[in-house]
T-cell receptor
Framework: EAEVAQSPRYKITEKSQAVAFWCDPI?????LYWYRQILGQGPELLVQ????????DSQLPKDRFSAERLKGVDSTLKIQPAELGDSAMYLC?????????????FGPGTRLTVL | GDSVTQMEGPVTLSEEAFLTINCTYT??????LFWYVQYPGEGLQLLLK?????DKGSNKGFEATYRKETTSFHLEKGSVQVSDSAVYFC???????????????FGQGTILTVHP
């Protein structure tokens, strides 16, 4: 069964360091999402791609976060510099199309701890 | 903006008990509604969905009905098992297209613990 892959699964870093997360969506899925889930809360969208284009990054802290999906397949989310408040689970999801009727498939997530 | 409100948790039940987790939403237009489940250390899995009013989503004994008049999508199961222990998230998605893109808006999650 096709799955969304993410790496690393766990990342511990010190504040002010740079971190990067990688996501490989299900083959053929044009839409890719990055969500942030703070402990005890529901996920919140950071950025959404349609193929290689960003279609929604309104909640992405652009002073420190960046995201790319250069060939419209896999994607990288970067934080530089990391802050204590960035400790969270970072989830990647993909779907066939962006319409609400299509299921979003989630990866296992990357748990980030900033010390 | 869109929002989802779930009942406060955690919920603790004995095996074979009846489960209800309440979910209400606020949205413009006619969203699709979802329940996702998250097991410890894992990502989210779709449990069930409904895409229009009066639709009933069902899976693995769980059910939820899209109630437009009460803007609700309550999750129910007649007899829970220990293996159902997890965090349950209610979510909505706009239809996408035009100026909207189908992102999911989640509730805060409800922790369910089922004891033998």
């Amino acid at each position: 069964e096709a799955e969304v892959a993410q790496s690393p699964r766990y990342k511990i870093t010190e504040k002010s360091q740079a971190v990067a997360f990688w996501c490989d969506p299900i083959s053929g899925h044009a839409t890719l999402y990055w969500y942030r889930q703070i402990l005890g809360q529901g996920p919140e969208l950071l950025v959404q791609f349609q193929d290689e284009s960003v279609v929604d990054d309104s909640q992405l802290p652009k002073d420190r976060f960046s995201a790319e999906r250069l060939k419209g397949v896999d994607s990288t989310l970067k934080i530089q510099p990391a802050e204590l408040g960035d400790s969270a689970m970072y989830l990647c999801a993909s779907s066939f199309l962006e319409t609400g009727a299509y299921e979003q498939f989630f990866g296992p997530g990357t748990r980030l701890t900033v010390l | 903006g869109d929002s989802v409100t779930q009942m406060e948790g955690p919920v603790t039940l004995s095996e074979e008990a009846f489960l209800t987790i309440n979910c209400t939403y606020t949205a413009t237009g006619y969203p699709s509604l979802f329940w996702y489940v998250q097991y410890p250390g894992e990502g989210l899995q779709l449990l069930l969905k409904a895409t229009k009013a009066d639709d009933k989503g069902s899976n693995k004994g769980f059910e939820a009905t899209y109630r437009k008049e009460t803007t609700s999508f309550h999750l129910e199961k007649g007899s829970v098992q220990v293996s159902d222990s997890a965090v349950y998230f209610c979510a909505l998605s706009d239809r996408g297209g035009g100026t909207s893109y189908g992102k999911l808006t989640f509730g805060q999650g409800t922790i369910l613990t089922v004891h033998p």
